[in-house]
């Protein structure tokens, strides 16, 4: 299972506030079957196969086009672990074990 992070802004819009892109964003990944998604501050965190997983980014960087933007910059990480399987609660906790050593 891929954990990906993604961060997506939306230029040239005529106005500072974001937030209406991000609700559509946020809409456009209810769409995308096969992944859970966490809205952050300053971004989203996707989770789910690869294949679905680039499908959600696509949804993502698309939606602000839709909405009128005429121009979209984003930033995507991708954790892709095979070794074994991972996920963003497995990792949290991972990192709260080792706090309380």
Do not use: C
Not at 17 to 35: D, P, R, T
């Amino acid at each position: 299972m891929a954990i990906a992070e993604i961060t997506v802004i939306p230029v040239g819009t005529g106005s500072t506030s974001l937030s209406s892109y991000v609700a559509g964003m946020q809409k456009a990944l209810e769409s995308v079957e096969g992944i859970t998604y966490e809205l952050t501050a300053m971004g989203t965190i996707i989770e789910g196969p690869l294949d679905r997983l680039l499908a959600a980014v696509q949804a993502l960087h698309e939606s602000p086009f839709e909405a009128g933007a005429q121009r979209v910059s984003t930033v995507l990480k991708i954790d892709d672990r095979r070794d074994k399987p991972s996920s963003v609660a497995q990792k949290l906790q991972s990192v709260r074990e080792k706090l309380q050593v």
